[in-house]
């Protein structure tokens, strides 16, 4: 299709951090389109974000980016939805369909999903943890679990927070209630999940778990984030 | 925001130019920002629709009717028979896409790299919204009793910085052509200049990008519907800050 830079034939390559939550959404919509890709590690903790050569792909200086002849991307939605774009195969259409109203309401869906990150950031405030040596705030757990019921709404009966089919906007809204459950004790998801929308949710995040490139995408970089947090919490 | 709203009915069939026959219901308030995103996008296609101006200071957005169309009570809103959107760049984006007309796809190009272009600016200009309301604090200020913070003036210059970048050579900031990207980014910097004295706004521009941004936002405001947009808006919103700055 297309000419030059539109092929769909050139290789994907993706910067990121394997613990960098937004970098694993773009990660699993690869994983979900079935393409392959060149990965790029760039080390978060080792500063190579901040590197000339990092630069010249992402000049914001974070991850995920990707690259794919002379054309680089980042901000992890613009990078899935590109991604969906640019492949005219049955699951891209899927993930992101072409259809003006189903679309819309992924859009609005990956919007959201910023909300419910938000939401869940306000008790495990994983950047002042990480890297300013702030604590969580259990005591916004209520306001966390907010967040449940967000989704839950969308959800309803449905297998996806679309309906019927799984899109991108189910990668990105599960993806903070991953981290929530890494970076908390079994204690504090039993009470977090008892909140409205709460069974809903984790049914959701179970459908999600099960997708056969799921750990593969994730269980590394949840349990390598979740033991960074907690060494600085002691 | 985040309520769920009415079930998208079977998708019309969108290889046909203005394949709906229901004009899209805009639901606005001349003073929500957001709400002025929609609005030129609206302008900017061409298309025929249905403004239902809501006065937000009277409750008109609380009201049962309204709330069937946004259960958030928000504005914008737009509603295109059993169709409701809410979410401004989600709005914009559903447009551009519902008429799929020589005009939008140049408003929201249909390649791909031209589409992730607009699609990362409109997530990033959230940022520059975030940057200049450090200073401008506008919710604040109609809300909340707070005043502008002058203090902030090199926070909101982040965002002059960041619109700078993203123009680079160009005359608009996805490339030679106007996109929803600018409608989105503008907005802020109307709000700036509308709501700070002149002799802010000079030090403000003097920052890193100001030229940049200057020679920008008169491409923007020569846009055939720019002032039918913003005029009375402006001096509605101005009229309304100032009067708050006054009160506290």
């Known amino acids: 299709m297309g000419s030059g830079s539109s092929s769909g034939r050139q290789e994907v390559e993706l910067y990121w951090d394997y613990r960098s939550p937004p970098a694993r959404c773009v990660h699993m919509t690869l994983a979900a389109l079935g393409e392959k890709f060149t990965p790029k590690p760039v080390d978060l903790f080792k500063g190579e974000h901040k590197k000339p050569e990092y630069l010249a792909i992402n000049p914001a200086g974070k991850v995920p980016a990707i690259k794919v002849g002379n054309f680089c991307l980042n901000e992890s939605k613009a990078i899935a939805c590109y991604l969906c774009n640019r492949s ?87 993806n903070p209630f991953f981290l929530y459950d890494s970076l908390t004790t079994d204690e504090q998801q039993k009470e977090f999940y008892s909140h409205e929308g709460g069974s809903t949710v984790k049914a959701w995040m179970k459908r999600i778990r099960g997708l056969p490139y799921f750990d593969d995408v994730n269980e590394k970089g949840l349990e390598a984030i979740a033991s960074v947090y907690k060494t600085k919490l002691n | ?143 909340q009793g707070q005043r502008p913070d002058e203090g902030q003036i090199s926070e909101a210059a982040k965002g002059l910085k960041m619109c700078a970048e993203m123009l680079g050579d160009n005359r608009f900031v996805a490339g030679n052509n106007v996109t929803i990207a600018d409608y989105f980014v503008a907005t802020p910097f109307i709000l700036y200049d509308l709501l700070t004295e002149e002799g802010v706004q000079r030090r403000f521009y003097k920052h890193d990008g ?26 509605k919103l101005g009229g309304l800050y100032r009067s708050r700055l006054e009160q506290f």
């Open chain 1, 88 to 174: 005219n195969t049955a699951a891209a259409k899927k993930l992101y369909p072409k259809g003006a109203q189903q679309r819309a309401e992924v859009d609005r869906l990956l919007l959201l999903s910023g909300d419910v990150m938000d939401l869940i950031q306000k008790q495990i405030a994983m950047f002042t943890v990480i890297f300013g040596g702030g604590q969580p705030k259990p005591e916004n757990m209520d306001e966390a679990a907010k967040s449940l019921k967000m989704v839950a709404d969308y959800l309803e009966n449905n297998n996806w927070v679309t309906g019927s089919t799984m899109t991108i906007a189910d990668i990105f809204c599960s």
């Open chain 2, 1 to 143: 925001m985040g309520s769920k709203p009415s079930v998208a009915r079977k998708d019309q069939d969108i290889t046909s130019p203005a394949a709906s026959s229901d004009p899209v219901e805009f639901y606005w308030d001349p003073v929500s920002p957001p709400s002025r995103c929609v609005h030129m996008t609206l302008k900017g296609l061409g298309e025929k629709f249905v403004a239902k101006k809501l006065d937000l200071f009277k409750g008109e957005s609380k009201t049962p009717e309204f709330l069937k169309i946004n259960p958030a009570g928000k504005v914008p809103a737009i509603k295109c028979g059993d169709f409701t959107m809410s979410e401004s760049r989600a709005i914009a984006c559903y447009l551009c896409n519902k008429y799929n007309t020589p005009t939008s796809n140049k408003l929201y190009p249909k390649d791909p790299e031209g589409r992730a272009t607009v699609d990362r600016i409109l997530l990033l200009s959230d940022e520059i919204n975030n940057d200049i309301m450090k200073q401008v604090n506008l919710l604040g200020v109609m809300f």
């Open chain 2, 210 to 235: 100001g030229d940049t941004v200057t020679a920008w936002m008169e491409r923007v405001r020569a846009l055939p519907y720019y002032d039918e947009i913003h005029k009375d808006a402006n001096e």
